[in-house]
């Protein structure tokens, strides 16, 4: 393992375990991340993320990201909002990452504590946006220097067609990969166009 790969993924994979596709009990998902930060490549990985009603099962000494208005501090919180100029306040010393459309403008969080939260996928083939949508988002962000989270579906290195779900009989859909998603990313953030991040997508 190179040391660029591992300052390209350091820390990078959040741990999502109780939510689709793999919508694991309490009990087994708080069980694997704890075996993956014990394991080889724990330096991969990210926070534990847990709704917020749920927050108190978790271990406090974990990195969480709480999905909803966290009554603690932890390490970050997501939710969601319409749109990036109408963002709830958080308690100091949680990052807000608030989601929203893909269509919409990151602008308004320039220069706050706030960061952006895009969807690329979901349980359906219709809920993965195209490319261009995607590159499109991530552009705006870049162009306001607002640093963005990505979720649902990247659960791929590259882009490739998977399964949307562990069901059986789940549909399949040309999912984005995280590696790609990274990449396009940086490419945007350091100056290059949206045509070449559409095709690094």
Known sequence: MTEAIRT???????????????????AEAQRKYASY?????????????????????????????????PARVVDSCEIKVAQA?????????????????????????????GRAKVR??????????????????????????VPFKATAGLHHPLRSVQRCSYDTGSPSALMHGFVNVFLAAAGLWHGG???KAIATL
């Open 8 to 26: 390209l993924l350091a820390g990078l994979i959040d741990y999502a375990g109780l939510f689709p596709p793999a919508s694991l009990e309490m």
């Open 37 to 69: 930060a014990a394991g080889p490549h724990a330096w991969a990985l990210g926070r534990f993320v847990v709704p917020s009603a749920r927050l108190d099962e978790v271990d406090p000494s974990w990195r969480c990201s709480v999905i909803g208005m």
């Open 85 to 113: 100029s109408d963002v709830p306040a958080v308690m100091p010393g949680v990052i807000a990452y608030y989601e929203m459309p893909i269509t919409e403008d990151p602008a308004p969080l320039a220069g706050t504590a």
């Open 120 to 145: 690329t996928g979901g349980l359906t083939p219709d809920a993965f946006p195209p490319a261009a949508a995607l590159a499109g988002f991530i552009a705006r962000c870049a162009a306001a220097k």
């Open 193 to 195: 166009g949206e045509a």
